[in-house]
């Protein structure tokens, strides 16, 4: 009986999201390739350094790391850790590191990120959502700083999988690869559910960091902020639950109670508005708000938040 190959795995933006899953998945055993940018001279030199609270130091070396998407091997899976701004220039990169019927998984936060994206990419490749819960960032080039979690979730967007059934086999194949590299990891039965879930935490914290140079630890422990929070969360819990998607029961107060328990944390928006680069205003805010009206439902805070943002990210871009 012929054994089935190991997938090869590719890193389309290695930044501190494609870094981290990258790097140990490589470590598990499997077959990586990293696709980079500015980083690409130090990661050749270097090789990726990943600091982390939960695994230890590891490191990576030498790196399968490539500067030109032709350089690349076909990949059978493709995880995209870049950021949701860039997403109409990746997709042609995304087309030629596939492999036939390759699974791409979005490593993004924000909502319909994969709608925008999949009619960009040709229709025999399956795509996929996948939800990181993780406190990390890149402290230099090719080096990550993890603080906590580390949790990645998948769900079924996409692509020529005809029935539920054959949807749920890759996403638990997918789910498997994360297994296998020591992370806790689901198959999601409904993406845009899981989207809506994750919006309840993003929505405030990355504004609100953007917003009140403030850290999660200064955000929590001021009452103003605090009960902004709640209210902003429980805004975008009464739109995903006007759209016909479920929120676990007492919702935001777990999720209070669960950054209350987190290393102080500066989340992604922070360090990009803080470094200059085009924030995800349009995954994170715009395209919640627009299905949150479009339901029917007025979210006035997050609204605010999201103005308040832009105004900022005009002043910088002037």
Same mark, same amino acid.
């Given at each position: 009986?012929? /054994? ?22 490589? *470590? ?10 500015? !980083? ?21 070396? @030498? ?11 076909? +990949? ?6 870049? #950021? ?15 492999? @036939?019927?390759? #699974? ?13 994206? *999949? ?12 939800? +990181?819960?993780? +406190? ?7 080096? %990550? ?25 890759? &996403?638990? !194949? ?13 198959? $999601? ?10 919006? &309840? ?18 955000? =929590? ?8 929070? *709640?209210? =902003? ?15 676990? !029961? ?18 992604? =928006? ?9 924030? !995800?205003?349009?995954? %994170? ?13 007025? $979210? @006035? ?5 999201? /103005? ?11």
């Amino acid at each position: 009986m012929s /054994q089935i190959p190991a997938p090869r795995i590719g890193i389309i933006g290695t930044g501190a999201i494609g870094g981290f899953y990258g790097l140990l998945l490589a *470590r598990a055993g499997y077959d990586v390739h990293f696709l980079l940018r500015s !980083e690409y001279a130090a990661v050749v030199e270097q090789g990726l350094q990943l600091n982390s609270a939960v695994h230890g130091a590891v490191q990576l070396a @030498p790196v399968q790391a490539y500067q030109r998407v032709e350089d690349m091997p076909p +990949c059978d899976w493709l995880l995209v850790g870049a #950021k949701t701004t860039g997403n109409a220039e990746l997709a042609p990169l995304i087309a030629k590191a596939a492999a @036939p019927g390759a #699974k791409v998984v979005l490593l993004q936060n924000g909502l319909a990120v994969e709608d925008e994206l *999949r009619p960009l990419l040709p229709d025999t490749l399956h795509l996929l959502g996948g939800l +990181c819960y993780i +406190c990390v960032h890149r402290s230099a080039p090719g080096v %990550i700083e993890h603080q906590a979690l580390g949790a990645i979730n998948l769900a079924y967007h996409s692509g020529p999988a005809n029935d539920d059934e054959q949807r749920l086999a890759l &996403v638990e !194949e997918g789910a498997g690869l994360f297994r296998k590299a020591g992370l806790d990891s689901m198959a $999601m039965p409904n993406l845009a559910q899981t989207r809506w879930q994750k919006l &309840v935490w993003n929505v405030p914290y990355n504004g609100l960091s953007v917003l009140l140079d403030a850290d999660t630890r200064r955000l =929590m422990a001021n009452p103003d902020s605090r009960v902004l929070i *709640r209210d =902003m969360m429980l805004e975008v819990i009464q739109a995903a639950q006007a759209l016909g998607h479920g929120m676990p !029961e007492n919702y935001a107060d777990k999720l209070l109670a669960a950054t209350e328990r987190m290393p102080d944390y500066l989340p992604s =928006m922070y360090h990009d508005f803080a470094q200059g680069r085009p924030a !995800e205003l349009h995954a %994170i805010y715009a395209a919640p708000l627009a299905a949150a009206e479009a339901g029917g439902i007025d $979210m @006035p805070k997050v609204r605010a938040l999201y /103005q308040a943002l832009r105004f900022i990210q005009a002043r910088q871009e002037a």
